[in-house]
């Protein structure tokens, strides 16, 4: 395996606190790698660098081999790197077809907003983007909403919307910022078989924020764990779970 994504010695300073403090670490392609850590550690800060939302303070950060550092996140939507976003209000009057449909070329890290402006294209092309909804909807098992407003869908569905949404790009990697939350028993069940999936049928890498400890163990290897801003340790979660610095650093003082 090589590494998809690069962090090298990455800072983001906010004023004189630093948020991310030389951080080092690397997602593999193919994987689907784990980012733990206490709260504040920075993990949402990193992912932003590495969507290209916030620019680093120092340090470089590569994608596929290529320098990326401080590209927005259009750019790197591009390369098909990409994080899922909460669907906007603007589009919980559209339906799940539509919302899968108005996805193409236009994502933008605020969200779908530049999306929102584009025309639905017509003819044959809207057709190709209609049989490849049709297809995402098929793949992730909700057919069945297609037609239900994405305002009506229960917080699980909505998380499978916004996968949706990632493969409507064919995208490499994926960013998952705590999906779980808020999501019950059973659609997380759905949520996690169909993160497999992605990985093992169509090989998109994955790299997840997570607090639910039962939906790392069972989908991440390796887990990274930051805390204070830096990476405090990587490996299998059985292990991380038992390294006394990982315990100190959720539990202690
Ligand atoms: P995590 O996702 O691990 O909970 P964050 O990356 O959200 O942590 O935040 C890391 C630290 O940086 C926190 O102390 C947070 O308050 C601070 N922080 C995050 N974003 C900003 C910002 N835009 N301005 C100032 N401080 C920020
Ligand atoms: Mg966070």
Known sequence: ???????????KRFGGFHAVNDCTLSVEKGSVTGLIGPNGAGKSTLFN?????????SGTILFDGEDVTGLP??????????????IAHEFSNMTVLENLMMVPDNQTGEGLIGAWFMPVRVGREEEAIRR??????????????????????????????ELGRTMMTDAKVVLL?????????????????????????????????????????????????????????????????NDPRVIEAYFGG
Do not use: W
């Open 1 to 11: 395996m090589s590494a998809i994504i690069e962090v090298k010695s990455v800072s």
């Open 49 to 57: 660098m590495v969507a290209g939302t916030l620019e680093p303070t």
């Open 73 to 86: 996140s259009h750019a790197l939507y591009k390369r098909r790197l990409l994080r899922t976003f909460q």
């Open 132 to 161: 490849k909804a049709e297809e995402v909807l098929d793949f992730l098992k909700i057919t069945h909403v297609k037609t239900e407003l994405a305002g009506n869908l229960s917080g699980g569905q909505k998380k499978l919307l």
């Open 177 to 241: 910022d705590e999906i779980a939350a808020g999501v019950n028993r059973t659609l997380l069940n759905d949520l996690a078989s169909n993160i497999e999936r992605l990985n093992r049928e169509l090989g998109y890498t994955f790299f997840v924020i997570e607090h639910d400890m039962d939906l790392i163990a069972r989908l991440c290897d390796p887990v990274i764990v930051m805390a204070a801003g830096s990476v405090m340790t990587q490996g299998h979660i059985a292990d991380i779970q």
